[in-house]
């Protein structure tokens, strides 16, 4: 078997909270406490979940934006976890990102052309005197045409929209394998949303791309996305083809997720089974013992106040981290039941 | 990590009004520009001084010992018979020479440093930082009296020696812009993009953090200036030269009997320091966050 064309070997990510020089810290902030995950050629893999679970701390992992505590990052079966700042920049001419907010990723004080020119002369891809019809092809890839129309202007001459297709553009000019997403439209309006998402689908098949969409919006997830990771505070909860974990949840955290999604349809949104989720996600500071999840979980049982839940694998190349997994459709009843019982 | 909810109405199509021209914003405060023409007008004196004088500011006997003001002495003569009007202007220029260089260098170093101190953090930041501390704590003032008479009144000494002293704030000012545009995306997505660590905080950090440090910088072109008139005073300028704080000290002794001695040199740097301060105000309304925008 080949290897994978990313992969994520045990990772974790601890940050010390409050101190410094002098003052010890007041903890350590495990933002990803042991993860494992892999993309294959061509893949798109959505990592979900709430506010605060891990997931940018993941993405920025995998471009070595931050560093890990522990575990392995491989990309092509390859280490590319501590990498010198020479190796680092071969590596990310193959994996890319796109930040979450396009008024915070672009330069203020430098026009389209020298954002885009940057990458093309860092790498040597492009001679210095085709740079600019270069920058121009790229804006017309994502959309902004023509591109040489929009190459001397600033970044707040443009719209939200506009911007990120210039992040997009930005990503691209290294023709990477691999784009990390991270809520690459969250910030957008809806209708700009939907246009990008395009955009993304139709480079993917373009420049046969690679995507790790980090996201917590389940219809985005369900447009674009091949396969799903649930994270939750710090930890992978389920992973599995989108399809088959929208239809049967094999964890009660995705299955409230899945619950608290919008939905278009009205009838359908009142005929589906509600788990509501209490409370916020615990601080990672001081996660909770046993399974991370008890403490907000309708099927708590004691052993999940006792023992951390394994990650056991199902059919189809299902995984989950729940004790009762196997036993997936009768949760929403037993959650009711369970309702009932203290009403 | 935080997102809007889906839904939310997000930053999708937020049109920019024009933004107004960077000179409306700066001619809205009227004593600015006031502060700028005077500015002006002294810059034009100091930089064709040479060609508008009357007579040579160091020739002695240029007139009469002491000549009250009048048409051929326009501010009169010193005990010399030297001709106030031309050292003035020859001593302007010298004197917005300090403090032009002192200004320069000062925020050069406060750049560099506060630079690294706000963009490594940790252990850098603490080291500078602390290094920082202790030139703010020491009394400028007596420090630029030991420096300047250690080393000897060399007009670049001074320079040097008050220099030395400001740099400070300019590096604080400078670190604390660091401090919160190291975290922006826009950096990482440069780091991504294969930038050195050079590149990320002088080409990509810096541009966005000099607005402060413009306005830092014309204040201290002002506050270098007292600084070097008042070492002069002291006696500690540099005697090959004619600045005005020279001047001053030198009519110590004729203050009383011809008050044009003194009056008109103070005046000139009072005036000097004030339309600097008056530019700075204006540069920090054009230069603030309220009115920069995105």
């Known amino acids: 078997m080949t290897a994978p064309l990313l992969e994520v070997r045990n990772l974790r990510v601890h940050f010390p909270a409050g101190g410094g020089w002098v003052h010890r810290p007041r903890g350590v902030v495990r933002a990803v406490d042991g993860v494992s995950l892999s993309l294959e050629e061509g893949e798109i893999l959505a990592l979900v979940g709430e506010s605060g679970c891990g997931k940018t701390t993941l993405g920025r992992a995998i471009l070595g934006l931050v560093a890990p505590t522990s575990g392995a990052i491989l990309f092509e079966g390859s280490e590319v976890t501590d990498l010198a700042p020479a190796e680092r920049r071969g590596y990310h001419r193959h994996v890319q990102m796109i930040f979450q907010d396009p008024f915070d990723s672009l330069n203020p004080r430098k026009t389209v052309l020298q954002t885009l020119a940057q990458p093309l002369r860092n790498h040597g891809l492009v001679p210095a005197r085709e740079q600019r019809a270069a920058a121009a092809e790229l804006l017309d890839h994502v959309g902004l045409s023509p591109g040489r129309a929009f190459l001397d202007r ?24 691999i784009i990390v997403a991270d809520e690459a439209v969250s910030a957008l309006d809806i209708s700009i949303r939907a246009q990008i998402l395009k955009l993304l689908r139709k480079l993917q098949e373009e420049f046969q791309l690679s995507y790790l969409f980090i996201t917590h919006d389940l219809g985005v997830v369900r447009s674009l996305c091949d396969r799903v990771a649930v994270m939750y505070l710090g930890r992978m909860v389920e992973e ?22 919008p939905m278009v349809d009205p009838e359908a949104a009142r005929r589906r089974t509600h788990i509501p989720l209490a409370g916020d996600v615990p601080s990672a500071m001081r996660p909770p013992p046993g399974c991370r999840f008890h403490p907000r979980c309708p099927i708590a049982a004691t052993i ?7 990650l056991l694998a199902f059919e189809g190349g299902r995984r989950s981290a729940c004790h009762f997994a196997a036993e997936a459709p009768s949760w929403t009843l037993a959650a009711v039941a369970k309702r009932e019982d203290v009403a | 990590m935080s997102a809007p909810a889906p839904g939310t109405p997000a930053a999708g ?20 520009v006031l502060g700028l023409a005077v500015l002006g007008c002294l810059l034009v004196l100091a930089v064709f001084g040479d060609a508008i004088v009357p007579f040579d500011p160091e020739k002695i006997r240029a007139g009469p010992r002491m000549a009250s003001p009048g048409a051929v002495h326009l501010m009169g003569t010193d005990d010399l018979g030297r001709d106030v009007f031309s050292r003035v202007l020859a001593g302007l220029r010298i004197s917005l020479i300090v403090g032009l260089s002192a200004a320069a260098v000062s925020t050069g170093i406060g750049i560099v440093v506060g630079s ?8 850098i930041d603490d080291l500078l930082m602390r290094l920082t501390e202790v030139f703010l704590v020491i009394p ?49 997505a440069a780091r991504i993009a294969g930038c050195g660590v050079l590149v990320l905080m002088f080409v990509e950090i810096l541009p966005n953090a000099l607005a402060p440090v413009v306005v830092a910088g014309t204040l201290q072109v002002g506050q270098a200036m007292l600084l070097e008139a008042g070492l002069s005073y002291l006696g500690l300028g540099d005697p090959s030269q004619v600045s005005l704080g020279i001047m001053l000290q030198q009519a110590q002794q004729i203050m009383r009997s011809a008050w044009w001695t003194t009056a008109f040199p103070g005046l000139v740097i009072f005036l000097a320091v004030l339309s600097l301060n008056l530019v700075g105000d204006g540069l920090n309304d054009v230069l603030s966050p309220r009115s920069r925008g995105r």
């Open chain 1, 154 to 177: 600033y970044p707040h001459q443009f719209s939200g929209g506009q911007r990120q297709r210039i992040c997009i553009a930005r990503a691209l000019a290294v023709r990477p394998r």
């Open chain 1, 240 to 261: 599995g083809a989108t399809d088959s974990i929208f239809t049967l949840p094999r964890h009660p955290y995705t299955s409230a997720l899945l619950a608290a999604s």
């Open chain 1, 304 to 310: 999940c106040r006792e023992a951390e839940p394994p």
């Open chain 2, 13 to 32: 199509w937020v049109e920019e009004p024009p933004r107004p021209s960077l000179w409306r914003i700066f001619a809205l405060n009227r004593m600015s």
């Open chain 2, 116 to 123: 690294f101190a706000g963009y490594f953090g940790r252990l």
């Open chain 2, 140 to 188: 400028r003032f007596f420090l630029a009296i030991m420096l300047v008479a250690f080393f000897g009144a060399h007009i670049v000494n001074i320079i040097l020696a008050i220099a030395l002293l400001s740099w400070p704030e300019i590096a604080r000012i400078v670190r604390a812009e660091f401090l919160s545009l190291r975290t922006r995306q826009f950096v990482d």
